[in-house]
Every structure is written in C-alpha cells, then in structure tokens.
C-alpha cells in the first residue's frame, strides 16, 4: 500500500529534527568542560594583550546560537588599579560540525555592555600602547593581533562606551573627559571570500542633543600574506553636529574662544591599505550655536557659517591635504598643504592657501583662518584695521615650531603671501595710511606693496610703492609715492603731518590755497623712529595760488618746486657742513601787477646750527611797491617813504638773503634794484620824480646807487653814491647829485632856493657825506646859461661867465656853515666863509 505524502513529510521532518539534535547534542557533550574554555580563553586573552584577566562566570547558552557566554569580563590595567576595559558577557558562539571532530571554531563573538577606559598621562603616553604605531604601522600593534583573532565570521559590540581622561597639560585633579557611548560595533563576513563588512555608531554626549556618529565600510584580504599591508579598506564616515566646545582645551591654540562654541558636522568617504596610503574626501560644516539652523556660508559679513570639501591622503605617518576648499557662500577658499612626522613634537609643515575678501577685524571667524593661531589674528589686527583683505597666495614650508615662532629672523624664509587690500587701515608701527587698497606681498621677512589708492591725514594719495625689510619685529621701511593733489587739502595734511614741528610756523603762514601739485616722496629707514628715517619729498606746484600772512595781494600762479629733506639724527651731526632741510627751487609766481621768478632757497642746518639761504627775482610795478617796502619803523629809510606815491614804471629785484631762523636779528640781505622808468613823487612837497632808471645795489650794511638817472619836475638829473645802514636808525650818506640842465622852477620847493628865479638851463653838482641831522656838502653851479636878477644890485644876462661854489656843512638845530666860497661873474670874482643859523626865519 502506497504511503501517503502526509507521513513522507512527517518522516522528512522528524529525521531532519532527530539529526539536528543528535548533532547539537554531541556538540554541547564537546563544550560541557566549562572550566576547561574559561582557562583557555584567559590564557589567550592574556598572551594578546599582556594584561590581566578576569573572568566573572562561564555559562552554556543557546539563545545566541550554541555559544559559551562569559560573564564579567575584565582585562587589567598595567599601572592603574582599575581595569583598562570590562564587559558584562561575551558570548563566543561556535560552530556545530567541528565540534563532532573535536575542534572549536569560533563562528562569531558577541560583546555586551563594553567599557573601555582610555588614559593619557602627564607625559604625554597612552595606557594602550604606543598610539604612533596603531597609526604608522598598525598590522603590528597588539590591537591589530586581537582584532585579528576575533574576525571569525562575525565580531560585534552592544551598547559599548569608551570613557577618556586626558592628564597631559592639565593637573591631577582636574583631568580632561571626553565619553562615547552607545557604541555598536560589528564586523561581518556574509560570504566566503566576500570582504568583511563592518560598523561603528555611536553618540557623543553634548549639554544639548547627543552628536551620532558612524563609521561604515568594509575591508579585505584580512588573512593574507602581507602581514597586513595588504589590507584593502573602504568606507564612509558620517557625524552630526559635533560641539566644538567638547574639544576646547585642544583647539584653545588654533582657535579664539570666542569661536569655540561652534558645531561641526561631517559626511566623508576613505579608501586604501591599512598600514599603507590612505585617502578620504568629504565634506566638512561648521555653524555657530546661534545659528545651527544653516551650517552653511550664506554671507561673508556673517562669517560663524562655513561649509568645506577636502581630499586628504595618509602615508605612514604623513598628511597630505591634497584639497581643501570652501563649498558654498561668496567667501571661498582653497588650501594645499602637508605634515610629516604629525605625530613627533615637531612635525614638519606645508601650506599653500588661497582665499576671497574677508573683513579684517573678523578674522578668527573665518575657515580655515580660524585655525590659525589667536596671537596671529592678534598680530594681523594690531596692523591692520576695517577693510577686507584677499588672500591672492599664502606659502609656508617649515616645521610646526618654526610655525609658532615666524617673529625670529631665521624663520623669515620660510612664509611667502601676497595679499590683496580693500579699505584697510595701517596702524602703527607701519605708516599711519587709511583706506589703503592694493597689494601687500611678503617673502623672507620683507614686504612689497603696490597701494593704488588710499588716504594719509585725509589726504587721497595713490600709486604708493615701496618695501618694508624686517617687517615681523623691526620694520624698515622703503617708501615711494607719486601723486597729483588738490592744494588746498594737502596744506591741511602738512599742518596735521608737521604738528610740534619747526617747520609749521612756516606752513601756516599760508592759507586759502587754489590749484593742484604733483607730489614725490621717498622714505627710507626705521618705521618706529621718525629721527631715523630717511625723507626726500617734492612738492612741484602747477598754477596755485594762496594767501600769506602780513602780505595783502593774493599770490598767483605758482610753479616750481619745493623739495623737504629730514637726515636722520641731523640736530646732532655737528660737523656736518651743510644738512638740508627745505629747499624752494626756481618758483615763479605773480602778486597784483607784480611776479617773482628763480626763486631758489635752502632751510638746514649748518655745523649743526639752523641755517636760511634765499635768492630770487622780483619784477614788481611802481603800485605795488609799498606791498614790498619794509615797515621797520626803526630803519631811517622807512621814514623816507612816508607821503611817497609811485605812479608809474617799476623795478627789478635780484634778491638775496640768509639768516638763522631761530634768530631773526641775524638776518642779512643782499640785493640789486634795477629801476625801470619808475616815476614817484611825495604828495605833499617836491616835483615829480620821473623815469628813474639806474642800479642801486644793498647788503653788508651799504647801500649803493650807481648811474641812477632821470627827470626831477622838467630837470633831467644824476645820482651815485651809497649809503651806510649799519646803524638803521642813523644813517650815512656818501651822494653825488648832479642836475645838468636845471631850470628855475624844480626850485620851488626847495629851501634856500625856493625864491631864486632865473630863466634858461643851469647846471648843478652837489655833494652829501653824512647823516640827515649833520653832513657836509659840496655845492657847485654853472649859470652860465642862464640869466636872473638881483633887484636894486644886478642883473646877469644869459651867455656870461657865472660860476659858484660852496663847501660846508649842516647840523640840525645848528644851521649851516660855509667854510668857502666863491662866486665868479664875467672876470670877477668874490669869495669868503658864511654862516645860516635859521633856515626857517624868513628875515635871517
């Protein structure tokens, strides 16, 4: 009888089931010796890590498939009491069929409840082992033996911590924690010959939310030949939102505390050998507290948001940032570096960083420059000030030490940057220069920049070049402008510049300027010390006009150059014959109806003592003469030009001058006045002096009049002579007076002769040698010409010898002494001495 699907199904069943647990049976017969796999597995564990080993209690358990389940798990530490990592149960769960011919093979190890505590001394050493070789060379670490026993098919960790507490640069008391929990870790095998796949997630604890982590990937040729450099691995990395403040006593170096209150979040991928290269690419975010919602860089005026991708590769114990570069946002960047050795004291550092405008007084919150050191922001902001500042190319190959110490001359080589200004503010020590925008380069310690605009003392100024040496400690500095400015603003700066200075009584002495001049300027030498600095400046006036002071009209159109000099320390180079100061070369300009020309002086100092050397000449018109003439009320000469009114022609002058500055009594002047038809006369009293020409020529104290000539009333007439001014209130005079044709009625005003009428030309000579209260005199007249009447005593007709001739003298409030006298008509003569001791008594 045909049996019945029914009981084929059931037999097929039962005997499968029989099998089953006839074979799990004979497996757990094999595992029944406990004690016997407790003291082997101590004893391996042991050998593996070198530590201590406990084992709570050992257990037969099914749950996880046929498994031993260790309970209380502890490995010691070497020098602490308490245990390095502990464990509630490990179930070590094997595999059925080699355990019917005697031999356990682990199929996969479970962990639960881990706890692996994590020190560093105050030396700087792991209780682990050396933390350098699990980088460097991590198929030789125990780490990577243990690791290596446990892959089986599967290794997993439950509801794992890791707790660290970090001594090193902190004090006994008060050492730095950082905890990770929840950590689940699995490695699994699915296939024969697939890669291991594994897991690692976890949490880290914040005052807020707790930041996920999680790290995934898979590895291969874990069993090879290599010794584990062979290791294929590749994976994803992926964290939300890490407090930055969590790491704070680690970033307190690269980052100001007013930045640590941030939130990292990173998505990155790796790939390479273990013990060999490695890379990884990835995105990197960073937002402040205040504004977690966006951890990206929307705005470069509100720098707490950045986002960065990078592609890092690892070698060894090398970093190489193969990219690195802002993701979003207007502020973006792009970095290149390396860091070898990273993990001895002093790593060996490359850097090669662009960036776009960030604002200055900012800096620290930007990326990356935010990991820069804060006494480098310090550093930047103490030289600068409001603005943005471009970062066109930053280089720096060097060690991490030389790094922090770039202030040393040695390290100054090692750092090349050419930054890109936009209104930015220099503060001291480099030129106090306001708005600057240009390009600032630096390279071995020194510094070139190209300034195509900026302001100084509110001045615009452009096209400044120059270098500054020794740039990090003791600047130097080499400085050249050309600029075209407006007059009027520039006076104001000088006036600001020159402060306390010698110079700016001289300066504001003008005012009400017009016009434009090109400017030049270079300085040379210590940027902190003004007595030390090099200056040359030039001041080249195009058509200016300005006011000055105690001078009525207006100067105009003024052209030439003046030309400062500042010698360092020159106050105490004694022997210097000649330092300059200010020089004015071959200014021109007009005033009224009047100009100057070749204008050409010198201010300095002479063996060390303030010197002032002038010389120009002056065209000046017969109206405006008494806009030049001296006020001296001192000088006798001043005296004489009170009621004189010059109405026509004009003079030249070639003047000359030197004094000290610093005492105006020790002024001297030299000078050559050629008279060009000038015409003058006193209002009150005298004829009109007309077409005046000749020379008169001063300094030394004399005054000297040669061939001066012209008309007095309708006379012609001659004068020489000179006059002594080494007294100005007293002076001598040394005159010839000569009147070749003179007629009756230029006498009129005249004393003495007033009423003496003649008709036709006489011809008088006279001499003067002394001062105006006492002279002597000369007096000689050819009447020959001329024909005149004494009434009741004579008459004298034209074309008959006449002559007479006087010598003596006049002292005031004296009269008049004639020691000689003669006077000759036709062949007679009559001569003899006389007296006048009232001029103004009219019956004397």
Request: without cysteine.
């Amino acid at each position: 009888m045909p049996i019945s699907r029914k009981r084929i199904v059931f037999y097929s069943l039962f005997t499968i089931i029989l099998s089953a647990f006839s074979i799990f049976s004979l497996a757990y017969y094999q595992l029944r010796n406990i004690g016997e796999f407790k003291t082997l597995a101590v004893e391996k564990l042991e050998a593996l890590t070198r530590r201590e080993v406990k084992i709570g209690g050992a257990e037969m358990d099914i749950v996880r498939g046929l498994s031993i389940r260790l309970q209380d798990v502890s490995i010691g530490a070497r020098k602490a009491e308490k245990p390095e990592l502990t464990a509630r149960s490990v179930w070590v769960v094997v595999k059925l069929l080699p355990l019917l011919e005697k031999r356990v093979e682990v199929k996969e190890v479970i962990v639960q409840g881990l706890s692996l505590r994590v020190t560093r001394d105050a030396q700087g050493q792991f209780n682990l082992g050396d933390v350098k070789k699990w980088v460097t060379q991590p198929t030789k670490s125990n780490f990577f033996k243990v690791l290596k026993v446990s892959l089986m098919n599967q290794l997993m960790v439950e509801d794992g911590a890791i707790h660290f507490q970090d001594y090193y640069n902190r004090s006994p008391e008060n050492p730095l924690p950082l905890d990770l929990e929840h950590i689940h870790f699995s490695v699994r095998k699915k296939l024969l010959g697939s890669p291991f796949q594994f897991t690692l997630k976890g949490s880290v604890p914040n005052e807020g939310s707790p930041t996920a982590f999680q790290v995934s990937g898979a590895f291969d040729n874990f069993f090879g030949n290599q010794g584990g450099a062979g290791i294929s691995i590749d994976g994803k990395v992926k964290i939300d939102e890490l407090n930055v403040s969590s790491f704070q006593p680690y970033l307190k170096k690269v980052m100001a505390e007013t930045q640590q209150e941030g939130w990292l979040s990173l998505d990155s991928s790796f790939s390479g050998n273990l013990g060999g290269a490695l890379k990884t690419e990835g995105t990197l975010k960073y937002t402040s507290d205040s504004n977690r919602q966006h951890a990206t860089l929307r705005n470069a005026r509100v720098p707490h948001r950045g986002g960065l991708e990078y592609k890092i590769s690892f070698d060894h114990d090398s970093i190489h940032i193969d990219e690195l570069k802002s993701t979003s946002g207007p502020f973006k960047f792009t970095a290149k570096g390396s860091l070898d050795e990273f993990l001895s004291n002093d790593p060996s550092l490359s850097l090669d960083l662009v960036t776009d405008s960030f604002q200055v007084n900012k800096s620290a919150d930007y990326l990356p420059l935010k990991f820069f050191p804060e006494e480098y922001h310090e550093w930047v902001q103490s030289h600068f000030k409001n603005g943005s500042i471009k970062i066109k190319s930053l280089k720096f190959a060097g060690s991490l030490k030389q790094l922090g110490e770039l202030e040393h001359e040695k390290n100054w080589g090692l750092i090349t940057s050419e930054l890109e200004l936009k209104q930015v503010d220099w503060q001291s020590p480099l030129p106090r220069l306001q708005n600057v925008t240009g390009v600032f380069k630096v390279g071995k310690g020194n510094t070139i920049f190209s300034i195509a605009k900026a302001n100084y003392e509110n001045q615009p100024i452009s096209n400044v070049v120059g270098t500054v040496h020794d740039f990090i400690s003791k600047p130097v500095i080499d400085l050249k402008v050309e600029n075209e400015v407006k007059m009027s603003q520039f006076h104001g700066t000088l006036k600001r510049i020159f402060k306390g200075h010698p110079l700016l009584d001289s300066i504001t002495s003008y005012d009400n300027f017009e016009g434009n001049a090109k400017i030049s300027l270079n300085v040379k030498g210590p940027i902190e010390d003004f007595n030390k600095l090099a200056i040359d400046g030039n001041i080249g006036l195009k058509s200016v006009s300005l006011d000055e002071k105690g001078f009525e009209p207006r100067l105009k159109n003024l052209t030439g150059n003046i030309i400062y000099t500042h010698t360092p320390e020159a106050d105490k180079r004694k022997d210097a014959s000649w330092i300059p100061v200010v020089k004015y070369d071959q200014l021109s300009g007009e005033f009224s109806k009047s100009s100057f020309s070749d204008l050409n002086g010198e201010r300095g100092f002479s063996n060390g003592e303030p010197l002032e050397k002038m010389s120009a000449t002056y065209n000046i018109a017969s109206s405006d003469l008494h806009y030049v003439l001296s006020d001296n009320t001192e000088d006798a000469l001043v005296g004489l030009k009170e009621g004189l009114d010059f109405s026509a022609g004009g003079l030249v002058l070639k003047y000359r001058s030197q004094m000290n500055p610093m005492q105006p009594e020790s002024e001297k002047e030299w000078g050559k006045i050629e008279l060009k038809n000038l015409s003058m006369q006193y209002m009150d009293r005298f004829k009109v002096m007309m077409g005046l020409n000749g020379t008169i020529s001063y300094g030394d104290g004399k005054l000297r009049l040669e061939n001066l000539h012209g008309r007095y009333g309708d006379s012609p007439f001659q004068l020489e002579g000179e006059v002594d001014r080494q007294n100005i209130k007293k002076l001598n005079y040394a005159l010839r007076l000569n009147f070749p044709d003179l007629v009756d009625s230029d006498l009129k005003d005249i004393p003495l002769f007033k009423d003496f009428k003649f008709k036709g030309q006489a011809y008088v000579s006279l001499k003067l040698n002394g001062g105006l209260d006492s002279f002597k005199f000369e007096h000689q007249a050819d009447l020959a010409r001329v024909g005149y009447e004494i009434p009741g005593f004579m008459e004298k007709q034209p074309n008959a010898l006449n002559k007479f001739k006087a010598k003596g003298s006049v002292i005031k409030n004296a009269g008049m002494t004639i020691d000689s006298w003669s006077y000759e008509l036709g062949g007679n003569q009559v001569s003899g001495a006389a007296s006048l001791l009232d001029f103004d008594n009219p019956d004397f």
